[in-house]
């Protein structure tokens, strides 16, 4: 087996390349004549060293620093692969009270639930806070703004509006390494976990990202039945039908759920879409008026979808969802028999962009029960 197929290279996840170059700007912002090229941090979680390459470094008009550095998800079908993220140094003002004072420019997201906050993280606040904090000459504090020049126009290709980030991207991550989740050699590996956890649980639930890995938790499933999925939905159901399992629970969030509904089992938006045109297909399959349903075909999210649709009728909502869930449960199970002869049962949970679930199939409630913790 090719070892680059076996073995994906990983990369990094965006903090750690804004904080790569606030120290690089920072070090030319106390000494002119210091020009890295290259920055080396301590990854903190994992605590491991990362290098990470400086592309330009420049003192600006107004007093402060300009870094530039570029992402490196590593092999992973990430859109943000390359994009240059702008590190601005500038001492901070009299009336500062924090020592370091980190702000969101153009491209970085805003909270719409935290009045328009930058959505920066807890891990890059903190990732940046250990490395410049020693850097600081006594006396000085620190102004911090982090810039992605092609956030604004690549958020528009992502569901962060649908969580809440508006007007560009979040810089996401609990951890310094990008798993390359969605490149072909991570299904190897994620076949190894679902073989460990299959050995051990006759139930499982299948979490599509990091949203459904917490409200699991949040919703007493036990920690140990969860297997994170990724894109490649459909061929971890295979290897859980081959493997025996009893029975899989789904959960995820809609947007994305939705699309193994109208057969699309590997959910990455690189392979396949057609959100609005499946979703648009449930609402025919349940007499939703003709107006209603062109509107949800023209929208530009599911999750504006479902807001169309909860502006109609509540009832509506749930006969359309509950529609979805139980059509994802039966698409699901006939593609494991149909590649493995054997059957498996799947139900299906899909939640919004709340994380409140919408509708759950009746096949779910029945797994979810074998999923608590006991």
């Known amino acids: ?74 092999d992973n079908l990430d859109l943000t692969r390359h994009t240059p993220l702008w590190s601005v140094v500038a001492w ?38 250990h490395h410049l904090t020693p850097l600081l000459p006594p006396g000085k504090t620190l102004r911090v703004t982090v810039i992605l020049p092609e956030g604004r126009a690549l958020a528009e290709r992502t569901s962060n509006a649908a969580f809440g980030v508006v007007e560009g991207l979040s810089l996401l991550g609990t951890a310094g390494i990008s798993e390359p989740l969605s490149a072909p050699g991570q299904l190897d590996q994620s076949r190894e976990i679902l ?37 490649w939905l459909g061929p971890m159901l295979v290897e859980a039908g081959q493997l025996g399992v009893a029975g899989v629970l789904l959960l995820g969030y809609h947007g994305k759920l939705i699309k193994l509904a109208g057969g699309i089992f590997h959910t990455h938006h690189h ?36 807001e169309i649709l909860r502006g109609q009728d509540g009832e509506l909502v749930q006969r359309v969802y509950q529609h979805m869930v139980e059509r994802i449960d039966e698409r699901a199970a006939t593609y494991v028999h149909a590649h493995t002869g054997s059957s498996l ?25 074998q999923v608590l913790i006991d």
């Open 1 to 74: 087996m090719n070892s680059a197929l076996s073995s994906p290279r990983s990369g990094y996840t965006l903090p750690v390349f804004a904080c790569a170059g606030a120290v690089a700007a920072l070090r030319q912002l106390v000494d002119s004549r210091d020009r890295p090229q290259l920055i080396t941090l301590d990854l903190l979680n994992p605590p491991r060293p990362a290098d990470i390459p400086i592309a330009q470094l420049a003192p600006l008009p107004d007093g402060s620093v300009l870094a530039i550095t570029h992402s490196d998800p590593g």
């Open 92 to 129: 901070g003002d009299d009336d500062q009270t924090d020592p370091i004072q980190l702000e969101g420019g153009e491209g970085i997201g805003r909270q719409r639930d935290r009045d328009g906050a930058p959505a920066i993280y807890r891990y890059a606040q903190a990732l940046i806070t």
């Open 195 to 231: 073989r460990d956890k299959a050995a051990q649980h006759a139930y499982l639930v299948f979490c599509l990202g990091e949203n459904g890995l917490d409200l699991a938790v949040k919703l007493g499933i036990n920690p140990d039945c969860r297997v994170k999925t990724a894109n």
């Open 271 to 306: 392979v396949a879409d057609g959100r609005q045109e499946i979703f648009a297909a449930c609402c025919a399959g349940q007499d939703v008026p003709l107006p209603t349903i062109q509107e949800i075909l023209n929208a530009k999210t599911v999750e504006a979808g479902l």
């Open 345 to 369: 049962t799947v139900g299906s949970m899909v939640f919004d962009r709340q994380r409140q679930i919408v509708a759950r199939s009746d096949r779910s409630q029945t797994l979810f029960n």
